[in-house]
């Protein structure tokens, strides 16, 4: 996509169709590349057809595998089955090591490891994937490995100091990311299956946010921890990112959707207060669009804005306006959307950028395949709460 695409775009925004009319066919045909296993993992719109190379991680396969379910969810007549299925046949057969839960980080193509360690942030997603995949299919191998999964995480990478390492390695620091996409993993296995096991995981992902995760006297969320759960030692300690404050917003309201717990609302609250407050800029000289990154103090230390912090932004919108009735998150939503549209996505193509500095211009030129599951989420978000 060309800089000068994505102003043309600034007169509306595409119809809710567009999701199954543009966006996924478009990327399934970037995605899947015929004679090749597994996802591309990088997007070059300078050269489409450029060689995808061949290293495959877990966390894009994972990823894509969600995105191709839930497109055929929203849309069985097209060819997005086909291409969730060719990712679960990746990476049940390919990532995944021993059958016992186990996932290597990435590898090439033909299954020689390149990163054999197995990471928390991608196991979470290996199971947000199995949940989609079995909603769209009903194969019981998807539940099977989800199993897997889940008895790997209690047994070999339970914390003593709550929650979970980092990876096979131990890994420091420690980072609220992975817990948080577990909390996701753990509803969208809940609402598959109705088994009431995942929400009680859930739960125990809400206390550690309520107890280590959340800083109590700021409403802040931290990014990096020691072993003990302390903010990490220097600047990493102080980093909050905006997008990460809203997309807690999101998933904890829908955790008190599913459990009915007020505390999980209360922190949404705080967070979304603090990520309003701070977290998004005006637009007054670029785009209205969440920063990358602030302090404790709210101050702005990456005035950069990513694609995917708008994706979580307009996801905490439609979930305020969906169980509070929020009328101002419903004046920023229309607004987010349009700015979305307006700097950031192409709705000719389903192109974007993936970063832009404060005033708009372009910082990336590669796109990462693996935004495609925000950008897909949080509209499919959009046609289901405002449709």
């Known amino acids: 996509?060309?800089?000068?695409?994505?102003?043309?775009?600034?007169?509306?925004?595409?119809?809710?169709?567009?999701?199954?009319?543009?966006?996924?066919?478009?990327?399934?045909?970037?995605?899947?590349?015929?004679?090749?296993?597994?996802?591309?993992?990088?997007?070059?719109?300078?050269?489409?057809?450029?060689?995808?190379?061949?290293?495959r991680t877990t966390l894009v396969t994972a990823r894509l595998i969600y995105v191709f379910s839930h497109a055929h969810l929203l849309g069985p007549q097209g060819d997005a089955l086909a291409a969730a299925r060719h990712g679960f046949a990746f990476l049940r057969d390919v990532c995944r090591e021993g059958g016992q839960g186990r996932f290597l980080h990435?590898?090439?193509?033909?299954?020689?490891?390149?990163?054999?360690?197995?990471?928390?942030y991608d196991l979470a997603f290996v199971l947000f994937a199995m949940a989609w995949y079995y909603r769209a299919t009903q194969d019981e191998a998807a539940l099977a490995i989800a199993n897997e999964v889940i008895g790997f995480i209690e047994g070999e990478m339970a914390h003593p100091q709550g929650g979970f390492a980092e990876d096979t390695l131990g890994t420091l620091p420690r980072r609220q990311n992975p817990h948080m996409h577990l909390l996701e993993a753990f509803h969208a296995l809940?609402?598959?299956?109705g088994e009431q096991r995942w929400l009680d995981h859930a739960d125990a992902i809400v206390g550690l946010a309520r107890e280590h995760l959340v800083d109590a006297e700021t409403g802040t969320l931290g990014e990096y921890f020691s072993d003990d759960w302390q903010p990490a030692p220097g600047a990493?300690?102080?980093?909050?990112?905006?997008?990460?404050?809203?997309?807690?917003?999101?998933l904890l309201l829908h955790h008190w959707r599913l459990t009915g717990d007020t505390e999980a609302r209360d922190l949404a609250e705080r967070l979304?207060?603090?990520?309003?407050?701070?977290?998004?800029?005006?637009?007054?000289?670029?785009?209205?669009a969440a920063f990358d990154m602030v302090d404790r103090s709210g101050n702005v230390t990456a005035p950069t804005k990513l694609l995917w912090p708008q994706t979580e932004a307009i996801k905490a919108f439609l979930a305020r306006i969906e169980f509070l009735d929020d009328a101002n998150a419903a004046a920023r939503l229309d607004r987010h959307l349009a700015s979305l549209f307006r700097w950031f996505v192409a709705p000719e193509?389903?192109?974007?950028?993936?970063?832009?500095?404060?005033?708009?211009?372009?910082?990336?030129?590669?796109?990462?395949?693996?935004?495609?599951?925000?950008?897909?989420?949080?509209?499919?978000?959009?046609?289901?709460v405002r449709g």
């Open 272 to 288: 979304y207060g603090f990520a309003v407050r701070h977290g998004i800029d005006d637009g007054s000289a670029g785009p209205l």
């Open 236 to 250: 990493a300690g102080q980093v909050c990112e905006p997008g990460h404050h809203f997309e807690w917003t999101w």
């Open 190 to 193: 809940a609402e598959a299956t």
């Open 349 to 384: 193509t389903g192109l974007w950028f993936n970063q832009l500095a404060k005033d708009g211009t372009p910082r990336q030129a590669v796109i990462p395949v693996r935004v495609l599951y925000h950008l897909l989420l949080a509209l499919a978000e959009w046609e289901r």
């Open 106 to 120: 990435s590898v090439r193509e033909d299954g020689t490891p390149v990163d054999a360690r197995t990471d928390l």
């Open 1 to 55: 996509m060309k800089s000068e695409e994505a102003p043309k775009v600034a007169a509306g925004l595409p119809s809710k169709a567009w999701l199954r009319e543009t966006l996924l066919p478009s990327w399934i045909g970037r995605a899947v590349r015929p004679g090749h296993a597994g996802f591309v993992e990088l997007f070059d719109p300078a050269d489409p057809d450029r060689e995808p190379g061949p290293a």
